[in-house]
């Protein structure tokens, strides 16, 4: 939320107080510079919450602005402030203080020590006709002071500083007033009205300092405080350092350069050679150079040869001579032929005149299916062609016939001979038809073809 400048002065009340939160139905700008979040003089940007209300407001004193007791509401500002802790106070120090006498003749001082907030009773009390009296406090090192809280003599005598002025100092030396946001006349800030409650004021903006003075403008009956400071420790922040850009800086490369040129041998760039050593590390790599040119020669020259390498196994396929001429789809391997002679039994070659052999008869079918609509067994040989038959067109085996099957054609009729394995006895001999005379003949049927007539 955003405040204007003057929000002390409108009209409206408020309830409560900067620790407890204060009632919703109070002027919220007002209550803003009440808790001193925003300065009257400049106004400014305002962060809150709303909380749960509680039973009851205490009213409290506090820049410049007093606050009623407010009841019960159901909800309530809290005002947020990131820094507003009490600061602990390293030191205290006086213009003066009082040494007061009893009636008895007892004394009791009222030290700078006496001013901080919350130690028991009396408070700093300056020394009596002292018109520039001031209190001063030493933080120990430099802090952000936020606000400030101060309090009368709360004993039998009513003293309390109704005004004050407030310095500030890096060196305890040189002191420089604060003068608020408006920075045109030193500040004076509104002190307590008895001696019992305590008044807060803000320091907008806050003071970073370590030492802090307090000199009353004006008092009831005699200078008297307490006082306990807000703020929160100072964030180290360096210093943003301008960029510069960095320049790489140059290295000299040294390359020697020899007096005396050998003939023959061209200068490399970028490589420096040691004229002692150049010798030696040439040789080095050159024979280096060779044994891996070698090494790369012997294995290119084993892997050639073993490729090229076929399995020197000699197949026997020869025969005995008389042998038919074997067919080239035949495979032979060594040693698959049968040893000759010894190994097999011999049997007697009877030859004789195979012409006149009788043919042997086939086997005929022992049922032969008659059916009704025809008079002859079927057949898996070509039927007699009929009217109306025509060979189906095939091109390849795999086409299959429109209607018709097709018959396999009975082979022609030729007389068949059994070709003998081997001659055992009669290895290099061919047998010829014609040397059957003198041999004994076979006994011939009568009429078969090739027999003598009678």
């Not at 007699?384 to 396999?408: N, R």
Request: proline letters at 10%; a neutral charge; charged letters at 20%.
């Amino acid at each position: 939320v955003y405040c204007p400048a003057g929000c002390k002065d409108i009209e409206g009340d408020i309830w409560g107080n900067t620790k407890e939160g204060y009632r919703d139905t109070s002027v919220l700008c007002k209550a803003a510079v009440h808790a001193g979040v925003v300065a009257d003089e400049v106004g400014g940007q305002v962060s809150l919450s709303r909380e749960k209300g509680i039973t009851l407001y205490e009213s409290a004193f506090a820049n410049g602005l007093h606050s009623k007791r407010g009841s019960l509401s159901e909800k309530r500002l809290l005002f947020h402030k990131a820094c507003g802790d009490a600061l602990e106070v390293a030191a205290f120090n006086a213009s003066s203080w009082w040494q007061e006498v009893d009636a008895l003749g007892q004394e009791r001082s009222w030290a700078a020590e006496r001013a901080a907030l919350g130690t028991p009773s009396p408070s700093w009390a300056a020394e009596p006709g002292t018109d520039t009296a001031w209190l001063e406090l030493d933080l120990g090192t430099r802090r952000n002071v936020t606000g400030i809280v101060t309090k009368g003599s709360a004993e039998i005598y009513d003293f309390y500083v109704t005004s004050y002025r407030v310095s500030s100092s890096r060196d305890g030396k040189n002191w420089r007033p604060y003068r608020g946001g408006s920075g045109r006349e030193d500040k004076v800030f509104e002190g307590n009205v008895d001696s019992l409650g305590e008044v807060s004021n803000a320091f907008i903006p806050p003071i970073t300092t370590r030492y802090l003075r307090i000199t009353p403008q004006g008092w009831h009956q005699r200078a008297a405080l307490k006082v306990a400071l807000l703020g929160c420790q100072m964030a180290r922040v360096r210093a943003a350092r301008p960029y510069v850009p960095s320049v790489p800086k140059e290295v000299p490369v040294h390359i020697p350069i020899p007096t005396s040129r050998p003939p023959g041998r061209t200068s490399i760039p970028g490589i420096a050679l040691d004229p002692e050593k150049a010798d030696s590390t040439l040789l080095v790599m050159l024979l280096i150079g060779v044994f891996v040119l070698l090494c790369s020669s012997l294995l290119l020259l084993a892997f050639l040869c073993r490729r090229r390498r076929k399995p020197a196994a000699k197949l026997n396929c020869g025969l005995p001579k008389g042998q038919p001429k074997l067919e080239a789809s035949q495979v032979c391997s060594l040693g698959s032929l049968p040893p000759p002679g010894s190994a097999l039994p011999s049997f007697p070659v009877v030859l004789g005149d195979l012409s006149q052999t009788h043919s042997p008869d086939y086997a005929e079918p022992d049922v032969v299916q008659v059916s009704p609509s025809s008079q002859s067994g079927s057949s898996t040989f070509k039927p007699p062609p009929d009217e109306g038959y025509t060979l189906p067109l095939v091109v390849s085996h795999y086409d299959v016939p429109g209607k018709h099957h097709e018959y396999a054609e009975p082979l022609p009729p030729e007389p068949e001979y059994a070709t003998p394995f081997g001659e055992p006895e009669h290895a290099g001999a061919r047998w010829n038809p014609s040397d059957t005379a003198g041999l004994p003949t076979a006994p011939s049927r009568a009429g078969s073809p090739g027999s003598p007539p009678a």
